[in-house]
T-cell receptor
Framework: GAVVSQHPSWVICKSGTSVKIECRSLDFQATTMFWYRQFPKQSLMLMATSNEGSKATYEQGVEKDKFLINHASLTLSTLTVTSAHPEDSSFYIC???????????FGAGSRLTVL | DQQVKQNSPSLSVQEGRISILNCDYTNSMFDYFLWYKKYPAEGPTFLISISSIKDKNEDGRFTVFLNKSAKHLSLHIVPSQPGDSAVYFCAAGWAGTASKLTFGTGTRLQVTL
């Protein structure tokens, strides 16, 4: 079945640094990927829709200059948290659509802790 | 505005009994609904889905019921097993497209021995 890989699975960084999270579709091509974040005991909140070869579409309230998304190929989307602060600490999850199978698959998530 | 709501944050059920997880939505334009299971520090795993043209979909121990007039869906797990203990999210979207999903807040199911 469709597999989505996220890397790193967890990362700790200092406040003010930038962190990049990768989302890869391993056995299918994904023109569209989605980035979510989840705070403890809360729902998964969609941050942005990542489109291959074009700009990402951000949800209301999500700072596009802070959460940079690049979808440079049909199998890779990256989320860069720039100038991270402790309030950015969260669980970030990506998902990708395998259009041939009409299946939406989630990655295992990346836990970011900003000190 | 929470368009998809799961009003029960937690549920405890004895092994072998039925687990019923509920979900309500407010946007009548949603036409595709899904249930996901999630363990801590992992991504959600797809369980079962239903499109708005149906009112029931069954897959093994899992059955999803959809009541469009009430904007309500439920997930039934029978018989419940200890391995079913997890957080369950319902999600809503639009079928047939690479659409973004709106998730509920989740219900933590604990299946006890």
């Amino acid at each position: 079945g469709a597999v989505v890989s996220q890397h790193p699975s967890w990362v700790i960084c200092k406040s003010g640094t930038s962190v990049k999270i990768e989302c890869r579709s391993l056995d299918f091509q994904a023109t569209t990927m989605f980035w979510y974040r989840q705070f403890p005991k809360q729902s998964l909140m969609l941050m942005a829709t990542s489109n291959e070869g074009s700009k990402a579409t951000y949800e209301q309230g999500v700072e596009k200059d802070k959460f940079l998304i690049n979808h440079a190929s049909l199998t890779l989307s990256t989320l860069t948290v720039t100038s991270a602060h402790p309030e950015d600490s969260s669980f970030y999850i990506c998902s990708a659509v395998d259009l041939t199978a009409n299946v939406l698959t989630f990655g295992a998530g990346s836990r970011l802790t900003v000190l | 505005d929470q368009q998809v709501k799961q009003n029960s944050p937690s549920l405890s059920v004895q092994e072998g009994r039925i687990s019923i997880l509920n979900c309500d939505y407010t946007n009548s334009m949603f036409d595709y609904f899904l249930w996901y299971k999630k363990y801590p520090a992992e991504g959600p795993t797809f369980l079962i889905s239903i499109s708005s043209i149906k009112d029931k979909n069954e897959d093994g121990r899992f059955t999803v019921f959809l009541n469009k007039s009430a904007k309500h869906l439920s997930l039934h797990i029978v018989p419940s097993q200890p391995g079913d203990s997890a957080v369950y999210f319902c999600a809503a979207g639009w079928a047939g497209t690479a659409s973004k999903l709106t998730f509920g807040t989740g219900t933590r199911l604990q299946v006890t021995l």
